[in-house]
């Protein structure tokens, strides 16, 4: 049984069906990118996938026990944390608390948690920085320490490196990529397609629609893939160097 | 100065206005910085205007005002989130909407029953001879519950205020703690009103957090120089109103206006 199985869905904003027929599965240890346009349904599938919107039709079905307490998530920014006053630490282990029933307290373990997850992203000795002053790249990683707080099963990322610098932009998919290998399933969604395949080993590609999903191979091979790599004769002609987004 | 502090403590209504007025401003303090966060602060200005109309309601039918103002302002508290969060009307025209309307229904109450007289203007601006023996028991008591409900939930709510959407996502019932969040204000609005005033009240709220935000750059430092400012600003306050003979609500706002710009020089000046 798959960690997530996707059948036949579709998502609307009211009424307008903005994605549909996804049809997709992610196993334990996978790492899926999520690709498309803008507007294409991206960030409308994470939202399904963390329970925050209900499918119009169709149904995901988690398996091997997944509760939704279990997801870490890194959010696309919202203009209130900018100038939001928390520091590092406060932000990464309140990541623990969709995990605690009851108590309201942290207890030794989770301090704990969260500091060898802020030691995993290199942002130690950021914790009593107030999180507004850090820079966008520091900011990331003190987000994805707290994603890590709040799951050891599946970490949701959309469009982690948006506004990234390039150095950056390597060292999250770096972080990204050793959080996956200690056995985290990674579903990530994606502007930066080429970065995409060289990571990942699954690929969803979206354009309200799903127009591919399969191993990474595959999607190199594939028409669908070939033009939006840019790697196809025509794919300049035909979407504007799109594929460099 | 110490004197004239001295000779205020030993009037009976000042000391349960000091005891009540404290307990309030730290309760205000500590709901403010959410508040604030959470782009809600218009939240408790239009609360301070059902809290109006329902203190006005209470005269004419010769009610105790807080067993009235509780249950209003609270449901007022409630459909105020429902109204921001689900409908169609933009949140902050939706408050504006509800304040005006209680507003109105106060105004019409008042002119069919007492007329504009004193108790009128205290409903508006505060008094610090407000608070009656009943009453204070009830304040200091609710008070306590705020504070402790806000200690316990402390985490939560700093989760549910940095970022809703993963507090949702990772499990955490983040409406439940708007609704705490409004809740608690609703009450703490009702119990501060009196001394405050109807048209001040909310100053009290969002003047200490904002002043706090200026210098601080945790959370948690936030919320304690928050109620630090909060209580002394109150202290200071009906300090002035005491010896000057000023409405006591005003004459808190301003020491707090006066705490913001200190506030705001330091940060420069550091930054500089
Ligand atoms: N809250 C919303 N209300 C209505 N339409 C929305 C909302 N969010 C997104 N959409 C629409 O849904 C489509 C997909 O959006 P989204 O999932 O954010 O795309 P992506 O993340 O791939 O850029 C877009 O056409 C967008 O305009
Ligand atoms: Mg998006």
Redesign the interface.
């Known amino acids: 049984m798959a960690l997530i199985s996707c059948k036949n869905a579709s998502f609307d904003y009211d009424g307008n069906t903005v994605v549909s027929e996804l049809n997709f599965e992610v196993d334990t240890g996978d790492y899926l990118c999520v690709v498309g346009e803008n507007g294409s349904g991206k960030s409308t599938l994470v939202k399904g996938l963390l329970h925050l919107k209900n499918p119009q039709s169709g149904e995901i079905i988690y398996g091997e026990g997944l509760k939704s307490t279990e997801i870490g998530y890194l959010p696309q920014q919202t203009a209130a944390q900018k100038d939001f006053p928390a520091s590092a630490y406060e932000v990464v282990i309140s990541g623990l608390l969709g995990s605690k029933d009851f108590s309201p307290f942290f207890s030794k373990a989770d301090k704990a948690a969260a500091k060898s997850n802020m030691e995993l992203l290199k942002v130690t000795d950021l914790a009593k920085k107030c999180y507004r002053e850090l820079s966008g790249g520091q900011q990331q990683r003190v987000l994805l320490a707290r994603a890590l707080c709040a799951t050891e099963k599946l970490l949701l990322l959309d469009e982690p490196v948006a506004g990234l610098d390039p150095i950056a932009t390597n060292d999250l998919y770096a972080a990204v990529e050793q959080i996956n290998k200690q056995g985290v399933t990674v579903i990530m969604v994606s502007h930066d397609v080429k970065t995409a395949v060289e990571y990942a080993n699954k690929i969803l590609h979206l354009n309200n629609e799903q127009a591919y999903f399969g191993n990474t191979a595959g999607y190199v091979e594939s028409e669908v893939g070939k033009v939006f790599l840019g790697t196809a004769p025509q794919a300049n002609a035909a979407l504007g160097g799109a594929g460099n987004v | 100065m110490f004197d004239i502090f001295a000779e205020m403590l030993s009037y009976p209504f000042i000391t349960r206005a000091l005891l009540v007025g404290v307990l309030v401003a730290l309760c205000a303090s500590l709901l403010g910085v959410s508040l604030v966060?959470?782009?809600y602060s218009m939240i408790g200005d239009g609360l301070s205007h059902v809290g109006f109309g329902s203190l006005a309601l209470a005269t004419a039918l010769n009610f105790a005002p807080l067993a009235v103002s509780l249950p209003i302002v609270g449901l007022a508290a409630f459909l105020l989130l429902r109204l921001s969060e689900n409908s169609k009307i933009k949140g902050d025209a939706a408050i504006a909407m509800i304040s005006t309307s209680a507003l109105a229904v106060g105004v019409i109450i008042i002119s069919m029953s007492t007329g504009l007289n004193t108790d009128v203007c205290n409903y508006l601006f505060g008094s610090i001879l407000a608070m009656s023996g009943n009453d204070v028991l009830l304040s200091v008591i609710l008070s306590i519950v705020v504070i402790i409900l806000f200690?316990?939930?402390?985490?939560?709510i700093?989760?549910v205020t940095?970022?809703e959407?993963?507090?949702?996502?990772?499990?955490?019932n983040a409406g439940l703690f708007n609704m705490l969040i409004a809740l608690l204000t609703a009450v703490t609005i009702v119990l501060g009103m009196r001394m405050m005033g109807a048209m001040l009240i909310s100053s009290l709220i969002i003047f200490p957090a904002l002043t706090a935000?200026r210098v601080?750059?945790?959370?948690?430092?936030?919320i304690i120089c928050a109620t630090i400012v909060s209580v002394t600003a109150f202290c200071i306050g009906m300090f002035f109103s005491f010896t000057l003979d000023i409405p006591s609500g005003a004459s808190i706002v301003v020491v707090n206006v006066l705490y913001f710009m200190v506030f705001t020089l330091v940060s420069k000046i550091k930054k500089a």
């Open positions: 966060l959470k782009r200690v316990i939930f402390y985490n939560r700093f989760a940095f970022d959407t993963f507090a949702r996502a990772t499990g955490t935000m601080c750059k945790s959370f948690k430092n936030v």
